[in-house]
């Protein structure tokens, strides 16, 4: 079994900054993508930024020039760095990563998510 667990949510104001952090443990052999999603109350969840193994890295056009992912991959973790907060920034942040347990194993895992509010 593979576990995400996210760490460094809170209550931030307008113009402020957070960093998130999610750390991948258990039977992993590889870790292709990670990615961080979120979802607000009645909204649907929605992707905010990915990164391959490679580097690769893609983000919603709501957080662009706002948000940094980045990756070690010597320690199976991600990291989303979030500057100029806005209050529609607030919701439940998730953790993602597709990961082999070895050869063709190939699975979609999940953290638990941590939330961030943005209000003053």
């Known amino acids: 079994q593979v576990q995400l667990v996210e760490s460094g949510g809170g209550l931030v104001q307008p113009g402020g900054s957070l960093r998130l952090s999610c750390a991948a443990s258990?039977?992993?052999?590889?870790?292709?993508?990670m990615a961080w999603y979120r979802q607000a109350p009645g909204r649907q969840r929605e992707l905010v930024a990915s990164?391959?193994?490679?580097?690769?890295?893609n983000y919603a056009d709501s957080v662009k020039g706002r948000f940094i992912i980045s990756r070690d991959n010597a320690k199976n973790t991600t990291a989303l760095q979030m500057n100029s907060l806005k209050p529609e920034d607030t919701a439940v942040y998730i953790c993602?990563?597709?990961?082999?347990?070895?050869?063709?194993?190939?699975?979609?895992?999940w953290g638990q998510g941590t939330q961030v509010t943005v209000s003053s």
């Open positions: 993602n990563a597709w990961v082999s347990t070895g050869g063709y194993n190939w699975h979609d895992y």
């Open positions: 258990g039977s992993i052999f590889s870790i292709n993508a």
């Open positions: 990164i391959t193994g490679g580097g690769g890295i």
